[in-house]
């Protein structure tokens, strides 16, 4: 399941045909599953049509292709960029972690910092849910873990701990790894709690 955890960034060409994308206008995104996670495709809505694909996508969302913005100079670097430690945590690819990955995913997605595009339900009930962040549109593929209700406020306490800077990465994830270990007597909950 880990390696499924994934960040893919936008294309700036389709994929098809490999002309540009037109800033402003709409873009059809998918993610194809390959033996090392996902490959993801950006292209012209007439190329999605049109192109020859012998494969079925894993997801596939309709958007609007924005051009990268060139950074001002003067502005310094923001110490923290929004959606920054979700990125850091999804490279890091801990097991331990991935409560803290799906609510801090769905606390960017209230902060409008993430847009959820698709969702799948795995034979295990647990939900692969893909974002894209409306800012940069590197998709984001995330485990919901189904969790339950009575953990989520800990997690939450966990996730505000490290936007704050009170918890290093490693902290959290010595936390997160007892805790999950004292669940696994829990009989398992079928009710989403998202
Ligand atoms: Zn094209």
Same mark, same amino acid.
């Given at each position: 399941?880990?390696?499924?955890?994934?960040?893919r960034?936008?294309?700036?060409?389709?994929?098809?045909?490999?002309?540009?994308?037109?800033?402003?206008?709409?873009?059809?995104?998918?993610?194809?599953?390959?033996?090392?996670?996902? /490959?993801r495709?950006?292209?012209?809505?007439?190329?999605?049509?049109?192109? #020859? *694909?012998?494969?079925?996508?894993?997801?596939?969302?309709?958007?609007v292709?924005?051009?990268?913005?060139? /950074? /001002?100079?003067?502005?310094? !670097?923001?110490? %923290?960029?929004?959606?920054?430690?979700?990125?850091?945590?999804?490279?890091?690819d #801990?097991?331990?972690?991935?409560?803290?990955?799906?609510?801090?995913?769905?606390?960017? %997605?209230? @902060?409008?910092?993430?847009g %959820?595009?698709?969702?799948?339900?795995?034979? #295990?009930?647990?939900?692969?849910?893909?974002? %894209?962040? *409306?800012?940069?549109? /590197?998709?984001?593929?995330? !485990?919901?873990?189904?969790?339950?209700?009575?953990? !989520?406020? @800990?997690?939450?306490?966990?996730?505000?701990?490290?936007?704050?800077?009170?918890?290093?990465?490693?902290?959290?994830? @010595?936390?997160?790894?007892?805790?999950?270990?004292?669940?696994?007597?829990?009989?398992?909950?079928?009710?989403?709690?998202?």
């Amino acid at each position: 399941m880990s390696q499924e955890w994934n960040i893919r960034s936008r294309g700036h060409v389709c994929s098809f045909c490999q002309k540009p994308l037109v800033d402003r206008a709409p873009v059809v995104s998918a993610l194809k599953e390959s033996a090392d996670g996902y /490959e993801r495709f950006d292209c012209h809505p007439e190329c999605w049509k049109t192109a #020859d *694909r012998d494969w079925e996508p894993f997801s596939q969302w309709d958007g609007v292709y924005f051009a990268p913005v060139k /950074e /001002e100079k003067k502005e310094p !670097l923001k110490k %923290e960029d929004a959606g920054e430690i979700l990125r850091q945590l999804i490279t890091l690819d #801990d097991p331990a972690m991935k409560n803290v990955v799906y609510v801090l995913a769905v606390m960017h %997605e209230r @902060s409008k910092i993430l847009g %959820e595009r698709d969702a799948k339900e795995q034979p #295990d009930h647990t939900i692969i849910r893909v974002y %894209e962040h *409306r800012k940069t549109g /590197e998709s984001f593929i995330v !485990l919901d873990p189904r969790l339950r209700l009575e953990n !989520l406020s @800990s997690v939450q306490q966990e996730v505000l701990a490290l936007l704050s800077g009170t918890k290093t990465l490693g902290e959290v994830s @010595s936390a997160e790894e007892s805790q999950s270990d004292a669940e696994q007597a829990a009989p398992p909950e079928t009710e989403t709690t998202a």
